[in-house]
């Protein structure tokens, strides 16, 4: 059975945000606006999605 993963871009910017919303786009391996990621459907990146699904645009891979 295949991992399900998640396509993620950050279509807001990291300027002026928390640090710890940095860091979790950084864990998460988003570096530039725009650049999409995909990474696999685990808890503890899904917690990190949470934490910044509000500057994500999230798609089902």
């Known amino acids: 059975m295949a991992n399900k993963q998640v396509k993620l871009t950050i279509v807001r910017s990291l300027n002026g945000r928390l640090k710890a919303h940095k860091s979790c786009a950084r864990g998460l ?4 606006m725009h650049n999409p990621v995909v990474v696999d459907d685990t808890p503890e990146n899904r917690g990190m999605i949470n934490k910044i699904a509000y500057m994500l645009r999230i798609e089902e891979v």
């Not at 391996?29 to 530039?32: A, D, I, P, Y």
């Open 29 to 32: 391996g988003l570096r530039k």
